[in-house]
């Protein structure tokens, strides 16, 4: 082999070799991140399919159902904390039932409100405590628009929880 098909060989599998390296840091780098939706449940149990368990300084995204008489407000302040539990239909509480305390410091969304679900971005602090960076709220999935139930011919009501 004459030396410059040897330096062409060697420059092209160079390349390939380190555009293979970065590739799998990426995709490492991403696996951590590509599963952030937990469910209260999960947080204790870990993930059902893989068992999986969030550790503390995690980012992690957490959704559920807001317990009844669990939301604290600080009368000072923004700051209010909250309980989670798993999305179950049709929708009881349970004492039995895994919680998560969610803390969070700014303004709640319109939507939010006791026996609503959420999903919250956060850290994990301290195994069942979320610090929320962000809280957002779900509206109901059976919201029909008033001019469209008009349109249907349907009576437009507010959903009953």
């Given at each position: 082999?004459?030396?410059?098909?040897?330096?062409?060989?060697?420059?092209?599998?160079?390349?390939?070799?380190?555009?293979?390296?970065?590739?799998?840091?990426?995709?490492?780098?991403?696996?951590?991140n590509?599963?952030?939706?937990?469910?209260?449940?999960?947080?204790?149990?870990?993930?059902?399919?893989?068992?999986?368990?969030?550790?503390?300084?995690?980012?992690?995204?957490?959704?559920?159902l807001?317990?009844?008489?669990?939301?604290?407000?600080?009368?000072?302040?923004?700051?209010?904390?909250?309980?989670?539990?798993?999305?179950?239909?049709?929708?009881?509480f349970?004492?039995?039932?895994?919680?998560?305390t969610?803390?969070?410091?700014?303004?709640?969304?319109?939507?939010?409100?006791e026996?609503?679900?959420?999903?919250?971005?956060?850290?994990?602090?301290?195994?069942?405590?979320?610090?929320?960076?962000?809280?957002?709220?779900?509206?109901?999935?059976?919201?029909?628009?008033?001019?469209?139930?008009?349109?249907?011919?349907?009576?437009?009501?507010?959903?009953?929880y």
């Amino acid at each position: 082999m004459n030396p410059r098909r040897k330096k062409r060989l060697t420059i092209v599998t160079s390349l390939v070799i380190g555009l293979g390296v970065v590739a799998g840091l990426v995709l490492y780098a991403l696996s951590q991140n590509i599963d952030l939706f937990y469910k209260p449940s999960e947080i204790y149990n870990g993930k059902e399919d893989t068992g999986l368990k969030a550790i503390n300084g995690q980012r992690l995204r957490i959704g559920g159902l807001v317990v009844p008489g669990s939301v604290h407000r600080d009368s000072e302040s923004l700051h209010v904390s909250f309980k989670l539990t798993d999305m179950r239909m049709p929708i009881s509480f349970s004492e039995a039932d895994p919680t998560v305390t969610v803390t969070y410091d700014g303004i709640l969304p319109d939507l939010f409100r006791e026996g609503q679900g959420i999903v919250a971005n956060g850290v994990l602090v301290d195994g069942s405590i979320i610090k929320a960076s962000e809280v957002l709220a779900k509206h109901d999935e059976n919201y029909m628009p008033k001019e469209l139930a008009d349109d249907m011919g349907k009576k437009h009501e507010k959903p009953k929880y």
